[in-house]
């Protein structure tokens, strides 16, 4: 069965750092676009970061350029999330998705980030 599961979340103070990584199974990891969204609570889930299926080209919401970055390793069934400078809005449940055209996307679970002095 497809497997995304999300770790390396946790607990920051403002201006520290994070990598969270997601572990995929169960499909083609190297075909898919791999994307990080999150999700506060309250708020509707927004998408943070996406890499396409060979790495290299990335995109970024504007909230968080040049301070997170995602990267993947496709020999591994790898992607991360590098977060850098965080902030106490960053806090949220961040998810791994796997997203290819024409096709259904898989979730992980979610790893919390919190962000507190």
């Known amino acids: 069965q497809v497997q995304l599961v999300e770790s390396g979340g946790g607990l920051v103070q403002p201006g520290g750092s994070l990598r969270p990584s997601c572990a995929a199974s169960?499909?083609?990891?190297?075909?898919?676009?791999m994307n990080w969204y999150r999700q506060a609570p309250g708020k509707e889930r927004e998408l943070v970061a996406t890499?396409?299926?060979?790495?290299?080209?990335?995109n970024y919401a504007d909230f968080v350029k040049g301070r997170f970055t995602i990267s993947r390793d496709n020999a591994k069934n790898m992607v991360y999330l590098q977060m850098n400078s965080l902030k106490p809005e960053d806090t949220a449940v961040y998810y791994c998705?796997?997203?290819?055209?024409?096709?259904?996307?898989?979730w992980g679970q979610g790893t919390q980030v919190t962000v507190s002095s």
């Open positions: 169960g499909f083609t990891f190297s075909s898919y676009v």
């Open positions: 998705n796997a997203r290819r055209y024409g096709c259904s996307g898989f």
């Open positions: 890499i396409v299926s060979a790495g290299g080209v990335t």
